[in-house]
Every structure is written in C-alpha cells, then in structure tokens.
C-alpha cells in the first residue's frame, strides 16, 4: 500500500518535515515516490506548503494519508479558504 506521510529532515533539535508519497513498507527516512510539501513546525505560526494537485491525485489512486498528514491537509485547507 502507498501511504502519504512525513519524513524527517533538518538538524539535531531543528526539525522540519516533507510530506512524502511512499511504500508503507519503507523506512521512515527511506526511499519514497514524491515530494508533495513541507511543514515546519519550528516557525511561528508552523508552515505548510503543499502541492494540492498531487495530493488529489495520489489519493484518486488509493494513497491513504497518515493521521498526522489528515491532521495537517486540514490545517492547510483552512488556511488557503481565508485568503
């Protein structure tokens, strides 16, 4: 099964995260399909950048996204229906 998740990136204490369309077999920080965005927890507001079309797309084609990953499509959504 295809999920879409994050994978970790950034340095010790300073992390950021790309969301990522992968084999839900492979490591957290392994290969994967695509990059489809990035989050930032660290700035104030968190940023997240994410590419809609691909997500639609991926998820037309049986991708399921982690909770985590619901949890920040929303937050994205609702952000991008205020302005």
Same mark, same amino acid.
């Given at each position: !099964? ?5 994978? @970790? !990136?950034?340095?010790? =204490?300073?992390?950021?995260?790309? +969301? ?14 695509? +990059? ?22 991926? +998820? ?7 909770? +985590?990953?619901? =949890?920040?499509?929303? @937050?994205?959504? !609702?952000?991008?229906? @205020?302005?």
């Amino acid at each position: !099964m295809v999920k879409i998740r994050l994978t @970790r !990136m950034g340095a010790h =204490k300073r992390p950021f995260y790309r +969301i990522i369309v992968a084999d839900s077999r492979a490591r957290r920080d392994g290969p994967f399909i695509e +990059i489809m965005g990035t989050y930032d927890p660290k700035k104030e507001p968190s940023e997240i950048k994410v590419n809609s079309e691909r997500v639609r797309y991926w +998820i037309e084609r049986g991708a399921q996204p982690t909770d +985590i990953v619901k =949890k920040l499509l929303r @937050r994205f959504e !609702m952000q991008n229906a @205020r302005t």
